[in-house]
T-cell receptor, first 111, second 115 residues
């Protein structure tokens, strides 16, 4: 079966940096996605990695190591509006664009 | 430039009734994915459809649930004889291709409450 693990919740301070980890064990791999979801809203796309390394997009960066089955999402200069659930998802081979999601990490940003 | 549109946003049904959830993909997208999200849980894949075809229904419960994406009109997720355990948020996502290109775009979801 497919297994995607991320911490259930994290707390960080406004202005700080936080790293949200995701490990996966899947049969086949064709990319790892990070989504942000505010309570009661649609998940919105943040980043995508298919090759090893770091992808940077403004305050958000995502890293992938395929050999270790590991990814992280790095959020810099945290703002209160970053309080949300962060979903790690894997696209498997042979599944079209279907994504398999972890349970999400609820991030709380405090003053 | 409308995104993925889902309706109704909120639906209340009594046990035994039917629920119909509709999803119109983004303009130019012909691939639709349905996900279910229970409180405090992640998104669980249900079904993947292309126009007039079910591509992957490996996440659909064997009974009471069905989905379609007709040539014209929105995709519909149908739940017959609803039970309390069906209470959840149902999200639809779309993509322009079936291949390994780009991300999925999600709608705001339909929240089903079964009394």
């Amino acid at each position: 079966g497919q297994n995607i693990d991320q911490p259930t919740e994290m707390t960080a301070t406004e202005g700080a940096i936080v790293q949200i980890n995701c490990t996966y064990q899947t049969s086949g791999f064709n990319g790892l996605f990070w989504y942000q979801q505010h309570a009661g809203e649609a998940p919105t796309f943040l980043s995508y990695n298919v090759l090893d390394g770091l992808e940077e997009k403004g305050r958000f960066s995502s890293f992938l190591s395929r050999s270790k089955g590991y990814s992280y999402l790095l959020l810099k200069e945290l703002q209160m509006k970053d309080s949300a659930s962060y979903l790690c998802a894997v696209r498997l081979t042979g599944g079209g664009n279907k994504l398999t999601f972890g349970t999400g990490t609820q991030l709380k940003v405090e003053l | 430039n409308a995104g993925v549109m889902q309706n109704p946003r909120h639906l209340v049904r009594r046990r035994g009734q039917e629920a119909r959830l509709r999803c119109s993909p983004m303009k130019g997208h012909s691939h639709v994915y349905w996900y279910r999200q229970l409180p405090e849980e992640g998104l669980k894949f249900m079904v993947y459809l292309q126009k007039e075809n079910i591509i992957d229904e490996s996440g659909m419960p064997k009974e009471r649930f069905s989905a379609e994406f007709p040539k014209e009109g929105p995709s519909i997720l149908r739940i017959q004889q609803v039970v309390r355990g069906d209470s959840a948020a149902y999200f639809c996502a779309s993509s322009p291709y079936g291949g390994l290109v780009g991300e999925l775009f999600f709608g705001e979801g339909s929240r089903l409450t079964v009394l």
